[in-house]
């Protein structure tokens, strides 16, 4: 938990990136959606200035299930028809990598860790 990877394909915007941040259970946002009963995951533009103001954020829970990581899109304020969906992503033996391997339109291909 507490990592940040960014996301492939790489987006980045007036020197800001999409990133992709694991957050453990009992991180404001996960205790915010699932009153600490789960991890969950934010995508946020980073350094997250100026762009703050204007991004609520993609969240959900994230779980590992069969040793992939399964992040559920709850909350999907610029696409709610995204809301509902999920990915699933093969981790690498150092975790510095996510790959899809099942993947909707409403996500990405995968993750680098930085």
Request: negative net charge; hydrophobic residues 35%; proline residues 9%.
């Amino acid at each position: 938990m507490g990592r940040k990877y960014d996301t492939v394909p790489f987006d980045a915007r007036a020197g800001q990136a999409q990133v992709l941040t694991l957050r453990a259970a009992d991180d404001p946002h996960c205790s915010a959606m699932y009153g600490g009963r789960s991890t969950c995951f934010t995508i946020l533009w980073t350094p997250n200035y100026p762009n703050h103001v204007s991004d609520p954020a993609v969240r959900g829970p994230a779980r590992i299930v069969d040793g992939n990581l399964v992040l559920g899109f709850d909350l999907v304020p610029n696409d709610p028809g995204c809301e509902g969906t999920s990915s699933t992503f093969s981790i690498s033996p150092d975790g510095w990598t996510l790959d899809a391997i099942d993947f909707t339109p409403c996500s990405f291909q995968g993750f680098t860790r930085y």
